[in-house]
């Protein structure tokens, strides 16, 4: 167990690497840098002096070949050090974890939502396999699988929040937010919050109340299924206790493996409803030419995703004693 | 033993052949009722697509002009198809009134509906036809079907063009996933070590990097990016999941006895893995493929969407979208386009939903659904 988990932590340690260094030399090539970035957005007409413009390149390290600057961003990352945003003039890590929160709130009552919804559904689903109710919801879940999420919430803002007038079309909070009192900001919030968690939450709703249909589909066929049938239990005791127990199994692996996307929000949904979150903050930094931002975002997407994936792998073995790390 | 020849030989014909994989997987699919619907839609989408100037245009399907004939729609698909005539009489884009001013004995046959993807109708350039409305004003009417943009330019003159945009991208950028993904899939689970090392941490780079994150930085180092170079951009982006089950496939069957005689014969390594194991190992990876397929068409219309798309005379449904999403009162720009891209992601979808239970043995008794 040890070995494995050395091993695999020196792998996804040369794999980190190499995913920043490719990552740097890709965003330092890009055209434009942070300081034109910067102007263009000002005022065309401002043009900044040869000397200035030198200064700051040297400031911000731009003077160097990117190689050499990505050797200075990895000494000062074992350091603990994520550097400054260039375009908002603060500490990457600060900036990370103010956006952090705003995308949590979304991600985690949308986590709880879904399977708080998708583990009856999957159950249900199996419970009535073939049949016409069974049928035609499973159905309506596959197309709402295949809705695309930015499709959904235009269509819900337009309804929602044009059409009905009924909930706020975007952004966190109310303008007069801090006027309110603590109960009103939190309706305030649960108000705006409404649509994107929404979005967030039917497309994983149907992809996991499938896979739990799936998966009892696969387990309702083995031997102890009918041993327990034949002993006369009830089918609802069956279900519940004989077969989903056993389903748990792959759907603790699906956990590990949608750790990244709890933290990484979309881009997209984001941007709809100008949630200032961490997908949002990627998308800027791109367009600034951030190049701190981005790295330390790209860091922590990397990490969590090799995180997610050793852990599922490790939990594995954890809940299902039939596995054994060592013989890999 | 004690049989002749011959006797034997019409023992052997006499068998049934069983019907081979293709024909199986296509008598197992064609069971499938929504898998079915799936791709007749996508055969009417692709359809509509070589159809479209024919569907809707300002420029005739074919045309008599000074005693030629000529098809001026054909500058729908390449600006150079439209044959240069027309831009030395000075047609200005106007063929009704033009084709009448300048030769009384000209005929046309014009496409169902009078409209241009690129730009606005005006007052009378079809005889009294009012011009479209711009602004907000343009909500679906009987010469608008699907309304009109800020600029007057026909919603649904876009969509349908659009619609080549949509299918090229799906077609396109996933042949070049599927290339690269086998190839890397194929190298590392045929050869195993340290090759399967490398390119195991190739596809954990590619992974690790929210897809559109990658896809934007890409695109930012093509400053003028065509709508070529975004296919592919997404192509090169989205082979992940295929490389990963090529290399599964190919790690079990490697050690197949079919392999190891091919092997015993004096057989290139190349041509091992591409003529005796890859056409194995290609059902599996089919069905990724065609999920892909609308994964790119939705990558792209995300493109689009968010102001990242091709250049802006190309007509595509996520551009539409992010006009609709500048004026909400106009909802047909969201409706009308948000509806094609479900319809068409839902189809990719069902189809390969359908393709994975024909080929999958397990999943085969389940029918229908």
Redesign the interface.
């Known amino acids: 167990m040890l070995n494995f988990l050395i091993r695999r932590l020196a792998?996804a340690l040369?794999?980190l690497l190499?995913?920043t260094f490719?990552?740097y030399g890709?965003?330092r090539?890009?055209?434009?840098n942070p300081l034109t970035q910067e102007l263009s957005r000002l005022d065309p007409g401002k043009v900044m002096k040869p000397e200035d413009f030198e200064r700051l390149n040297k400031i911000y390290g731009l003077d160097k070949p990117w190689y050499v600057a990505y050797g200075t961003w990895l000494g000062n990352l074992a350091q603990f050090d994520l550097g400054r945003s260039f375009s908002r003039k603060r500490p990457v890590v600060d900036l990370i974890t103010e956006r952090m929160y705003p995308t949590l709130l979304l991600s985690i009552s949308s986590l709880c939502i879904t399977y708080l919804l998708a583990i009856p559904l999957g159950l249900f689903a199996s419970a009535r396999s073939g049949k016409v109710d069974e049928?035609i919801s499973?159905?309506l879940l596959?197309?709402l699988?295949?809705?695309?999420s930015?499709?959904a919430a235009?269509?819900l803002?337009?309804y929602f929040?044009?059409?009905l007038g009924w909930l706020p079309?975007f952004g966190m909070v109310s303008d007069n937010h801090e006027h309110m009192s603590s109960w009103e900001q939190t309706v305030d919030l649960f108000r705006h919050a409404l649509l994107p968690v929404t979005c967030y939450t039917y497309g994983s709703l149907a992809y996991y109340s499938r896979f739990i249909r799936a998966n009892m589909h696969e387990v309702l066929r083995q031997d102890y299924i009918r041993t327990a049938r034949a002993k006369g239990l009830g089918p609802i005791r069956v279900l519940v206790r004989h077969a989903f127990r056993n389903t748990l199994i792959p759907l603790v692996t699906l956990m590990g493996l949608t750790l990244p996307a709890l933290l990484?929000g979309s881009?997209?949904i984001e941007?709809?409803f100008t949630w200032p979150g961490m997908g949002r903050l990627?998308?800027e930094s791109?367009r600034e030419r951030d190049y701190p931002t981005i790295m330390g975002l790209?860091l922590m997407?990397?990490v969590l995703?090799?995180a997610g994936q050793l852990l599922a792998d490790f939990m594995y073995a954890v809940v299902d004693p039939r596995v054994r790390l060592d013989d890999r | 033993m004690a049989l002749p020849i011959e006797n034997r030989k019409s023992k052997i014909e006499n068998v049934k052949k069983s019907a081979g994989f293709w024909k199986e997987t296509w008598r197992q699919f064609r069971r499938r009722r929504?898998g079915m619907a799936a791709l007749i839609f996508v055969g009417a989408l692709t359809v509509t697509a070589i159809l479209s100037p024919a569907i809707v245009g300002t420029r005739p399907i074919v045309c008599q002009y000074k005693g030629h004939l000529y098809f001026p729609c054909m500058g729908y698909f390449n600006p150079r198809w439209e044959n240069p005539i027309f831009q030395i009489d000075k047609f200005r884009k106007r063929y009704p009134e033009s084709l009448k001013a300048k030769d009384p004995a000209s005929w046309a046959v014009w496409p169902l509906n009078y409209n241009d993807p690129y730009r606005r109708v005006y007052d009378n350039e079809w005889p009294d036809r009012a011009g479209n409305p711009t602004r907000d004003q343009g909500r679906p009417n009987t010469l608008n079907w699907f309304g009109t943009d800020q600029r007057g330019v026909d919603v649904f003159a876009q969509m349908v063009h659009g619609t080549r945009v949509a299918l090229l991208v799906g077609i396109l950028s996933m042949g070049i996933a599927a290339a690269i993904g086998i190839v890397i899939g194929a190298l590392a689970g045929y050869f195993g070590g340290w090759a399967d090392f490398a390119l195991s941490?190739l596809v954990?780079?590619v992974?690790?990097?929210?897809t559109?994150?990658l896809i934007?930085?890409?695109l930012?180092?093509i400053?003028q990016a065509t709508i070529w170079h975004i296919m592919a951009i997404i192509g090169a982006t989205s082979w992940t999941s295929i490389a990963r089950l090529t290399r599964g496939e190919f790690l079990r069957l490697k050690e197949m006895d079919f392999v190891a005689a091919a092997r015993t014969t004096g057989l290139g390594e190349l041509r091992i893995i591409f003529r005796y194991i890859l056409p194995n190992a290609l059902a599996p990876v089919l069905v990724p493929i065609t999920f892909g397929i609308?994964g790119a068409i939705?990558t792209e219309?995300?493109l689009s969407?968010?102001g990242f798309g091709a250049p802006p005379p190309n007509p595509s449904w996520g551009t539409l979208?992010s006009a609709?999403?500048s004026n909400?009162?106009m909802?047909w720009l969201?409706?009308y386009p948000?509806l094609a891209?479900?319809f068409t992601?839902?189809a990719y979808?069902?189809i390969g939903?359908g393709l994975q239970e024909a080929t999958d043995p397990r999943l085969r008794e389940g029918g229908r659904?």
């Not at chain 1, 090539?29 to 434009?32: D, F, L, S």
């Not at chain 1, 699988?145 to 695309?148: T, W």
Request: aromatic residues 16%.
């Open positions: 792998i040369l794999t190499l995913i490719v990552v890709l965003i090539n890009t055209p434009g049928r499973s159905t596959y197309m699988y295949s809705f695309p930015f499709v235009l269509f803002q337009l929040a044009v059409r079309l990484s881009i997209i941007q709809i990627y998308f791109i790209t997407f990397s995703t090799l | 929504l941490r954990e780079l992974l690790c990097i929210p559109l994150v934007l930085a890409l930012a180092i400053e609308a939705l219309s995300a969407f968010l979208l609709g999403r909400y009162q909802w969201i409706f948000g891209i479900f992601v839902l979808n069902l939903e659904a």
